[in-house]
Nanobody, 121 residues
Framework: QVQLVESGGGSVQAGGSLRLSCTASGLSYSIRCLGWFRQAPGKEREKVATLADDGSTSYADSVKGRFAISRDNVKNTLYLQMNSLKPEDTAMYHC???????????????WGQGTQVNVSS
């Protein structure tokens, strides 16, 4: 079983940057697709970015050009670099993993508890 723990959230002014981290433990070799999701109060969960085992990435239109997903295989850590933050980026951010490829349908099976990001104007 894969365990995921996020860190790096906090409060920042609009235009600022944050880097979220997600450390994986357990059967991390089984992971084929990683992702970052966010959910703001009263809103549906949104897929922010995904990273496939072949290195390909995808981003929500709302964050393209501002956010970057990456991983450090030695540290078993997934990152989300967030630049030019906007108040609408305020949400709880969760990392997620699954054992099948990103381009296949289906949800994510493993989730972290989340880290809160607050962006003030």
């Amino acid at each position: 079983q894969v365990q995921l723990v996020e860190s790096g959230g906090g409060s920042v002014q609009a235009g600022g940057s944050l880097r979220l981290s997600c450390t994986a433990s357990g059967l991390s070799y089984s992971i084929r697709c990683l992702g970052w999701f966010r959910q703001a109060p009263g809103k549906e969960r949104e897929k922010v970015a995904t990273l496939a085992d072949d290195g390909s990435t995808s981003y929500a239109d709302s964050v393209k050009g501002r956010f970057a997903i990456s991983r450090d295989n030695v540290k078993n850590t997934l990152y989300l670099q967030m630049n030019s933050l906007k108040p609408e980026d305020t949400a709880m951010y969760h990392c997620a993993a699954r054992g099948w490829r990103c381009f296949l349908s289906g949800g994510f099976t493993n989730w972290g508890q989340g880290t809160q990001v607050n962006v003030s104007s």
